[in-house]
């Protein structure tokens, strides 16, 4: 009475053999009297003679004598446990015969006298080993009329009501299995997932079998007399139930029991009536049959149709190997559990949480990582090392940038002591470059104070002498100045400059040092324009650095041969800076070397000039080269001119 589910359904290959079966009982039942001439039976015998025991073959046959249609769904899923039983039980070979009532459908007018005649005539040459009665017409025909036929063979049966089986068959020695359809558990569930339901609607039909569910379904319902509205549709075509319960409401419930036969006498298959009863219901569907499950049903309490299947094959096996006969013991209906259908719940948005603890719940959809697990876990892996690749990327940046933080904090250090040696090697010149205008301050002092006391100051002579004073005390706040600005740490700036200014204020501070050293300085500032972006004080240390090599170059020329070349000049790169010397040269082999830490060809140098004023030049945009000239060396630096704006900045060491 439903559908067939997964490796059970091999077993629907039989249904289409038991309707052959069924078309050939009923093809000899057409011909009852032409089978009762050949017979020559008394009308009130079975059987003039027993079965001739001689002409037996030695089989193990099982007559299956069943009041359903050999089709349906659920009770060929009862026979497949059954025979799953038998063959893992039973090491020999074991044939079914099926013989088939139909009674559950139809309210067959049958004389089962004849067709109890009927079936001894299509079996006298084959002794049974033992009988499966299947619902309580076939156990009324065999306790009626078969049971004298074989005697001693033991019968068993099974899916007959427990109220029938106690009341009609427990002293009649036969063993078999009651079955109940629970009704009960059926609707606790449902009013446990719709506890607001005001409306119950049970639907079944009128064969015999509908109306023995009926009953049992009515017996379930007593306790929810005074609860809910309870409407009975019994007997309605397909049609007109789903046309009923598409005007109900979600908050209903229904109780499909079964539909074998409508009021019109039009025959139906159960699960096909409910497929199209669920379709069209706007309100939950309940049902107790297994074979509902997954046709439209949104749960109940489902016995297990195929463990009655092989209860009953066990009985079987142990019929087919006990010595004696088997002990009349009614054994109880297979224990219901509760089944749902996640598609359904959900359809209906009933809370799956609401099910009693230990539901089963068929149809649910897995998720996302069951279908694709192995996939997810790539994908994780991935995700996983490119995160930890990021993260080392990341930690691998912060050191690269905290290393980078402590380079520049290195090099500001390096230039800074640079810039101190440079003034350590200008202590002679700085001294100078301030006595004099110091000197020249004190001179006028004195001379002012001898005419002061000689009392022949005039008031234009003491505004020169005055005018001189402020002079030279000029000169010396701009030669400490521009020491200051030279000797301090401070840090890098970025903003335009006038190269050309930068040259001028280099060679300020040099212009001493080179009178001392008797060379002669050449300065041509063609550049223009000559602005760069850049730190003036560190590009005023590069000059100052190529300069004092160009002197140091020049130190054993005779006086009079030593001079310095400084030239700006535009190129297509920006503004070049070339110092000159006139001196020895560099060797060729030395020019790859020059700018190389640490290297020098100087006796006393420590190789480290060269070597920051690479590092400043390139940090500043620009490139520093070495060329041996016919005569001497000269060193060319290329800086990037700054952008045109239309709001000129301050230049470096502007004053307005």
Not at 139 to 165: E, F, K, N, T
Not at 171 to 200: H, V, W, Y
Request: one cysteine or more; aromatic letters at 6%.
């Amino acid at each position: 009475m439903g559908t067939v589910t997964g490796d059970r359904a091999l077993g629907c290959i039989a249904a289409p053999i038991r309707l052959l079966r069924a078309s050939f009982s009923a093809l000899l039942c057409s011909v009852l009297p032409v089978a009762l001439c050949a017979l020559q039976l008394a009308p009130g015998s079975v059987a003039a003679q027993p079965p001739a025991e001689s002409g037996a073959p030695k089989e193990n046959y099982v007559l299956v004598l069943t009041g359903t249609p050999p089709y349906t769904p659920a009770f060929t899923v009862i026979d497949q446990g059954m025979q799953a039983a038998v063959a893992r039980g039973y090491a020999r070979p074991v044939t079914f015969l099926f013989e088939t009532l139909d009674t559950v459908r139809f309210d067959l007018a049958i004389d089962r006298l004849t067709l109890a005649q009927l079936i001894a005539k299509k079996y006298e040459n084959l002794r049974p080993r033992a009988l499966m009665l299947v619902t309580e017409s076939a156990v009324d025909l065999y306790l009626d009329h078969l049971q004298s036929l074989w005697p001693g063979v033991p019968a068993i049966y099974h899916s007959v009501p427990r109220d029938v089986a106690q009341r009609r068959y427990a002293n009649r020695g036969l063993a078999g299995i009651a079955s109940d359809s629970d009704f009960e558990q059926t609707l606790r569930i449902a009013f446990a997932l719709q506890p607001k339901a005001r409306r119950l609607l049970i639907v079944g039909g009128v064969s015999e079998f509908d109306q023995r569910e009926l009953a049992q379904a009515r017996q379930a319902l007593r306790p929810y007399a005074g609860r809910v509205q309870i409407d009975y549709l019994i007997g309605l075509s397909p049609e007109a139930l789903a046309e009923r319960v598409a005007r109900e409401d979600r908050d209903a419930i229904v109780l499909y029991v079964s539909l074998l036969r409508d009021q019109r006498g039009l025959v139906y298959t159960p699960v096909d009536v409910l497929e199209r009863l669920s379709g069209a219901s706007a309100a939950p569907v309940y049902g107790a049959w297994e074979s509902f499950m997954g046709r439209g049903i949104v749960a109940g309490g489902i016995e297990s149709l195929w463990s009655r299947g092989e209860r009953a094959g066990e009985m079987l096996v142990h019929a087919l190997q006990a010595p004696t006969p088997l002990a009349p013991v009614t054994s109880g209906p297979i224990e219901a559990v509760c089944m749902a259908d996640a598609r359904q719940l959900e359809r209906f948005g009933l809370r799956a949480g609401l099910l009693p603890d230990g539901c089963e719940l068929r149809f649910s959809e897995p998720g996302w990582f069951q279908r694709f697990w192995w996939q997810s876990l790539l994908v994780l892996a991935a995700l996983l090392g490119q995160s930890a690749l990021i993260v080392s990327l990341l930690l691998q940046r912060r050191r690269r940038h905290a290393a980078e933080l402590k380079l520049q904090a290195q090099r500001v250090q390096l230039l800074h002591a640079s810039r101190l040696a440079v003034a350590g090697e200008l202590t002679a010149s700085i001294a100078h470059e301030i006595n004099q205008p110091l000197g020249a301050i004190l001179s006028n002092a004195d001379a002012a104070q001898i005419l002061v006391e000689a009392g022949k100051m005039e008031r234009g002579e003491l505004l020169h002498i005055l005018a001189d004073i402020k002079r030279d005390d000029l000169r010396a706040s701009d030669v400490i100045k521009r020491l200051r600005a030279l000797l301090a740490r401070h840090e890098t700036e970025r903003r335009s400059i006038d190269l050309n200014r930068v040259v001028e204020d280099a060679a300020a501070i040099l212009r001493h040092e080179a009178g001392r050293r008797a060379v002669a300085i050449e300065y041509a500032l063609d550049a223009s324009p000559a602005d760069v972006i850049g730190d003036a004080v560190q590009l005023q240390q590069v000059i100052i650095n190529l300069i004092l090599n160009a002197f140091d170059a020049c130190v054993d020329l005779p006086d009079g041969a030593r001079r310095v070349r400084v030239v700006t000049s535009n190129t297509p790169n920006g503004v070049q800076i070339s110092v000159r010397d006139f001196g020895a040269g560099i060797a060729l082999a030395d020019l790859p070397s020059v700018f190389d830490a640490f290297y020098t060809t100087k006796g006393g140098g420590m190789g480290l000039g060269l070597s920051i004023a690479r590092s400043i030049v390139e940090a500043h945009g620009g490139s520093i080269s070495a060329a041996s000239c016919d005569v001497g060396a000269e060193f060319r630096v290329i800086l990037p001119l700054a952008p045109v704006t239309d709001v000129p900045e301050q230049r470096a060491g502007d004053t307005t």
